[in-house]
């Protein structure tokens, strides 16, 4: 087959792939500001915020607490998260807010008697949880940068946890193929069951779904604040619920509880600089580092989805999740080599053995299994019309973390603790491995693969915000968005909506999505030496962009959310 076919190809394939996906896309424009998230009713809240006056922060804010009551499988008040802020004056933020082992964590807590990792207490008991950090977070966000005030950023979250939203079909199915984990707890049963003669049913789509206990906490929290969170009654409730089980965290972890704000990860890559989110996160640092790795090779001529840039891509992604397993971890309590990591000279070095037509082997220890994805995280892009903007990514870790609701609070607990790495060499929940950098420390966070990401080019009046669920294919789907905006001049769209694949060193293969990829490439890269296995789909990057006045909003076509503009919006799809 001619190269030019073979293009040609590729091309068909990826246009009937976007085109497949597009009679469920969202995409909204706006001079005036838009939200995209992986709901409609948090999307919704976010331009509320807008409305009243309040700018990228205030909307981020209100639509992660509303995420929190709509989204309940990763938005959270019993998790963690990262934000990255760029204002219109040029500054940049970086707020970490992610969970943190409680003070009686000890290093082998997650293995057995045989000293074997036991995934059984690493995510599915009460002793899987981190101290949360989303309330600390999305308040002091909220406190330092925004401009409404707490009660009007929490208002919609509690209207809908008050009063109720009819369940979408997706989330009330997936609340139901967890019956068994509900049954386990009192807590999870009176929320995510519903009590009728001494029975537990299952919820339908499109039934009220109402939380009450849910909207007292968030009343609380409105009214006193973090203290609303992490003192009195709600930590009560906390402490009581750990107590149920083998849960660790006390009434201490939750009042010595701080968000931190961190010098944002700052690269170059073209005439762009990206803005990501350093240490305890991964991402950053990770995007950085292959984007220079790749800086050095024109993406754009090899061409979207051929066997040069997949082949490319993935040598790229496999340096660099070797480099995450040894040198990656919350950099208060490891000295992570940062700048040396970032550094283009490294870039260069690291591809110093990548040859063209023939794949590299990862090391020759065992690889770890990757088990199926769900979407345990979930992010949200926005930007206002004054260009502030916000990628906000947040989390329980697993979907519906846990699975223990704080009985009488009504939120899901995080089982966040198994990011850290049990037992150097073994593979977490995503197959990723670790060593020490990443050992299991009282008050330590854990290692994330999160990655809210800014990309500004300020000649050009423009900016990118993204960011994605999926573990560790977080990092390799931000770094797709970013390759397809500036290197195959995608529209946000398509840049979004294009086929995705993914490599983390371990296991030694790339994983692809199931359709839009040719099939033929996939063979080639078959001889030049990858394994490749199939997923779904890969991440939920809701993304938007600014460029001039025209502000463009796009929820991830993979799954149900939706991006909104403000008032002047033109639904373009
Ligand atoms: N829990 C997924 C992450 O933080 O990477």
Redesign the pocket.
Known sequence: MTKIFRAALTILVVITFVYSVLITANEVSSSLGVVSSRSELASQAGIQALEQGGNAIDAAVATAFTLAVTYPAAGNLGGGGFMVVYLADGSSYALDFREMAPAAATRDMFLDENGDYDSERALRSRMSSGVPGSVAGLLAAQDKLGKLDRQAVLAEAIRLAENGFQLPDDIAKRIRDRRDVWLRSEGSKQVFLKLDNEEYLDYNASELFVQTDLATTLKRISKEGTKGFYEGETADLIVAEMQRGNGLISHGDLKRYTSVWREPVHGTYRDYQIISMPPPSSGGVLLVQMLNMLERFDVGELGFGTLATMHLMSEVERRAYADRATHLGDSDFYPVPIDELIDKKYASKRMGNFTPDKASKSATIEAGTVSVESL??THLSVIDHEGNAVALTT?L?SGYGNGYVVEGAGFLLNN?MD?FSAKPGEPNQFGLVGAEANAIVPRKRML???TPTIVVNKEEDYLLVTGSPG?ST?ITTVLQVVVNSIDHKMTLYDAVASPRFHHQWLSDRITLELQGFDPEIIDDLRSLGHETVNRTTIGDANSAQKIGNMIIGVSDPRNEGRAVGLENTQNSQ
Do not use: F, R, V
């Open positions: 345990e995280t989390t870790n966040e990011d994330s693969s999160m573990g977080i």
